[in-house]
């Protein structure tokens, strides 16, 4: 298949970005509507979106009848569908139009406590509700850097990069420079973000179990740890929908302190389950977290990317 040309590109780029900054100026009240719209039309009519998101609610609600799973799909969907279109609200409407969203915080003390402390706070940031306000919140009431990998579409990549930077955060790249960023901003006891549920490349991670099944998960967080002896918090922004946003800060599993990999890994997963429990239907099920697997040949272990899941 020939690549899409440069000019192409362009062009999805800029009606993406007229998109988002015409509903910037929506209330949420309305974004929710639409986006009520927009979850059916995905449910009916995007097999894989919709087959994903049952195969992982399968998984991990395996107690749950049939019609319960499907109830809990469709609502799946419509925040999934309610984050994107909210992009435009979290990057390019007014800040004080976006604060005034921001209906209440939950456990700020915790991030207060730390840096009194004289340590830096680690915030596990799992896709769940709206990340973007959540990231919206922290660059504007703490020093916060965070990993950033530029979108496939180039011509996006400086209207994320604003949106995301403009309460102050700072941005490196995913790799060992990035992670050398992080490292100095916790010696500054200052905070990072990490998305805990975002499946690493081979040789980043280990096998954790997530909803008792083992997924694929990074390594990083013992490293940073270990070498900053920073708090480690999961912070979360729960759609209330129509109105707003309720930022929650919850405290870290303990696990999430060991040293050994395995262990630090099962209590990150442990953190993205107990956000999870928030409000089950805000959560990203059409991601493939289980896309990688291990599987016995020959007495050796084989790793493979699962293609048909």
Not at 6 to 11: C, E, F, K, V, Y
Not at 16 to 33: D, F, G, T
Not at 120 to 141: K, M, R, T, Y
Not at 202 to 216: E, H, I, T
Request: aromatic share 10%.
């Amino acid at each position: 298949m020939a690549p899409t040309p440069p000019s192409r590109h362009n062009a999805r780029a800029g009606a993406i970005a007229w998109l988002w900054r015409r509903l910037a100026r929506w209330p949420l009240a309305r974004l929710w509507r639409f986006a009520r719209v927009a979850g059916t039309l995905v449910y009916r009519l995007s097999a894989r979106e919709r087959d994903i998101t049952r195969r992982n609610l399968a998984d991990v609600y395996p107690a749950d009848s049939t019609a319960e799973r499907q109830t809990l799909t469709r609502q799946s969907l419509r925040h999934s569908a309610a984050t994107m279109l909210e992009l435009g609200h979290a990057w390019m409407a007014p800040p004080e139009r976006v604060n005034a969203g921001i209906l209440a915080v939950h456990g700020r003390d915790k991030l207060d406590d730390a840096r009194r402390d004289g340590r830096g706070v680690i915030v596990l940031a799992p896709h769940f509700g709206n990340w973007e306000v959540l990231n919206f919140w922290l660059s504007s009431h703490f020093p916060f850097t965070a990993m950033y990998e530029p979108p496939k579409m180039a011509g996006l990549d400086p209207v994320i990069r604003h949106g995301r930077e403009r309460q102050g955060a700072a941005l490196v790249p995913t790799n060992a420079r990035g992670v050398a960023a992080l490292l100095k901003a916790l010696k500054r006891h200052e905070a990072i973000g990490i998305l805990p549920d975002q499946e690493p490349s081979w040789g980043s991670g280990v096998f954790a179990p997530f909803f008792n099944r083992d997924a694929y998960t990074a390594t990083l967080l013992p490293k940073l740890v270990a070498r900053t002896q920073a708090r480690v918090v999961t912070g979360v922004a729960l759609r209330v929908p129509g109105r707003g946003f309720e930022i929650h800060f919850l405290d870290a599993d303990e696990r999430v302190y060991s040293a050994d990999d395995v262990t630090s890994a099962t209590g990150v997963n442990a953190c993205v389950e107990a956000a999870i429990a928030l409000d089950p239907a805000q959560y990203q099920w059409e991601y493939k977290r289980y896309r990688k697997v291990v599987e016995e040949q020959q007495g050796l272990p084989n790793y493979r990317d699962f293609r048909l899941y």
